[in-house]
């Protein structure tokens, strides 16, 4: 490997993603320029907003789909000036102006001419633990539910915890935020910022491209033989690939419920795995990666592992100031056969990821989408869990705000998991810290704290000892899960219990997928049904049958046969609806507030 390569080697995957695009940029006859939308419309949503809007389908009513920030400010922070601020970005970037809306042409944004915001605000400063008071009131504000149809799809609360010490909260919905967005807005915020308080004029880059651009060129590009190309190398990334096969604590049932365990990565194994990424001609996240891979080899007792990961999706120098959601979710695969060396394992993930980031354009939902893989409501397809690092550069470090305030950011969670488990590390101020989510409704605590210990048992020798082979590392106390066992297939009802619902369904089946017939046991998938087509399917039957079907009752039938039988034992009324949560922190006391967090946290 020449000294170029092994420079781009140790890139993160964003920056190596960039120069991949500026290469690709550089082709004779490439269009470089991105066309601008029409604000006024019709623009169309981008194939991530037309996913996580099948997906708020999928389970109402949920917010794990949201995109959570805690943003600390220490100094005289001005909060009219703040403010005045947030409505400026605002004015510069359609995202936190946009909706979105169904239409026979299929899902659109809109983007509203005019939004302005009176910052909410809240006085913490008079109570004895006011950071206690506002960790609750952060973790409802985290799981606010948007609806993706009125908007605003972002909210926002200043908290004043003392004279010179402020939160602001800040949370969206994934269809118009992501991490490489915050930090876009929180550094036009600071510059507005500290335009007001000094006087002067916010030094900003003018004519952003907006999130419809994105999403026009987007639907330009990923089409005819480019998409072909693209589907091509992910079927191939995919074929055979028969997941991880855990069978976990509790019997899998549909449930998003998270919790988190956060931990820190010991500095000397930060330091080896610096070192050992540019010995590799790789990365940090590569060797993180590939610790990650030996750990869900000794979890499953497979040697072919598949880890989803996401990213920016800024790769076009265009793209890098968006205000939106671009990110992507990419497949990274790896053989752990053979006993290689650690050292030789990283090499493999490094070519992987290399060459993935060289495809990473076509939409995770297009590649679902195109292998139909089996869909049972319970788990996500493909792969189960998911690996992120550093995808927020804002939290290594401090941001400026104005004269005489400098402000920190944090992720937060929201008691949601999206996938089985994942595995987050961050760059920040304290050192290379590490966050597990996990779905508690099937994974137990002690199970969680168990996987945790042995990631950072496995990585430590690792990185210490790269060249031993993968069964020389240690093999930590695990939890003790049994195989999966495979989903039998569904029964099917005999002739004699054909259902009179039976007929509408497979009518409104035919249409939607635009069949001549549908059999009572053919499956809505198979024949060709897909994300945004569930959806309305399950609108059309609604209004056809006056039933409450959810998509998420869709998926788990899968037939005209079972789905009848579903409709037909529905219950007549509507069960009660869940309570809303407690009231504001301001009427509650401090002993009702820390119960209340402890009732949160228990729903998580």
């Given at each position: ?45 981008s ?28 100094g ?15 004015e ?122 994105f ?12 998409a ?80 989803a ?26 053989s ?94 304290e ?28 990585l ?12 020389e ?44 017939q ?38 788990q ?30 009427s509650?006391?401090?002993a ?13």
């Amino acid at each position: 490997m020449n000294d170029s390569v092994a420079r781009l080697a140790r890139l993160t995957p964003e920056q190596r993603a960039r120069l991949v695009a500026k290469a690709r940029q550089s082709t004779p006859g490439r269009e470089n320029r991105v066309p601008r939308a029409d604000p006024a419309g019709p623009i169309p949503a981008s194939f991530a907003q037309e996913q996580l809007w099948f997906l708020s389908r999928l389970v109402p009513g949920v917010p794990n789909y949201n995109v959570p920030f805690r943003f600390a400010f220490d100094g005289p922070l001005d909060a009219e000036a703040l403010t005045g601020a947030l409505n400026d970005v605002i004015e510069r970037h359609d995202a936190l102006r946009t909706t979105l809306e169904a239409t026979p042409d299929g899902l659109r944004q809109i983007v509203h001419p005019h939004l302005e915001t009176e910052l909410a605000q809240t006085d913490l400063s008079g109570y004895e633990e006011p950071d206690t008071l506002a960790a609750t009131r952060q973790f409802e504000l985290a799981r606010t539910v948007f609806d993706l149809e009125k908007g605003p799809l972002w909210t926002a609360e200043l908290q004043r915890l003392a004279d010179q010490r402020h939160v602001l909260v800040w949370v969206a919905s994934h269809t118009i935020a992501d991490g490489g967005s915050i930090g876009v807005v929180v550094e036009e915020l600071a510059k507005c910022y500290t335009a007001r308080v000094t006087g002067t004029e916010a030094q900003l880059d003018p004519n952003p491209v907006q999130l419809g651009d994105f999403a026009t060129w987007q639907k330009q590009e990923i089409t005819g033989d480019r998409a072909e190309e693209l589907l091509g190398y992910w079927r191939e990334q995919v074929r055979g690939y028969a997941g991880l096969g855990l069978s976990y604590d509790h019997p899998k049932r549909p449930g998003l419920d998270g919790r988190t365990i956060a931990f820190q990565i010991e500095p000397s194994t930060a330091a080896n795995a610096d070192q050992l990424a540019k010995k590799r001609n790789s990365s940090v996240f590569m060797v993180l990666l590939a610790a990650y891979q030996v750990l869900l080899m000794r979890l499953s007792g497979r040697d072919d592992i598949a880890v989803a990961t996401p990213l920016a999706g800024r790769d076009q120098p265009e793209f890098e100031r968006v205000a939106g959601s671009l990110t992507n979710t990419v497949v990274l695969r790896a053989s752990l056969a053979d006993n290689p060396e650690f050292g030789q394992l990283v090499d493999q993930v490094r070519d992987v990821t290399f060459d993935a980031l060289k495809h990473a354009d076509l939409p995770f939902g297009k590649l679902v989408a195109e292998l139909k893989p089996a869909r049972n409501g319970q788990s996500n397809p493909i792969t189960q869990t998911i690996f992120s690092y550093g995808g927020t550069p804002m939290m290594r470090g401090v941001t400026q705000f104005g004269p005489d305030v400098r402000m920190r950011c944090d992720g937060m969670s929201n008691g949601t998991v999206r996938f089985d488990f994942e595995l987050v590390l961050d760059e920040k101020l304290e050192g290379l810290s590490a966050r597990f989510e996990y779905n508690a409704d099937w994974i137990d605590q002690a199970s969680a704290e168990l996987i945790c210990q042995a990631y950072q048992e496995i990585l430590a020798e690792a990185v210490r000892q790269p060249e031993q082979k993968l069964d020389e590392l240690p093999e930590p106390r695990l939890p003790d899960w049994e195989p999966e066992q495979d989903i039998p297939e569904q029964e099917r009802r005999s002739i004699e219990d054909v259902s009179p619902l039976e007929e509408p369904l497979a009518q409104l089946w035919a249409a939607r997928l635009e069949v001549e017939q549908v059999g009572r046991d053919d499956d809505f998938f198979v024949l060709g049904g897909h994300s945004f087509l569930a959806t309305e399917l399950v609108a059309d039957i609604n209004a056809h049958l006056g039933s409450r079907l959810t998509v998420l009752e869709l998926f788990q039938t899968g037939t005209v046969a079972s789905l009848a039988q579903l409709i037909e034992e529905m219950p007549a009324e509507a069960p009660d609806p869940e309570p809303d949560l407690a009231g504001t922190v301001e009427s509650m006391s401090d002993a009702e507030v820390a119960a209340e967090l402890r009732r949160l946290r228990s729903r998580a």
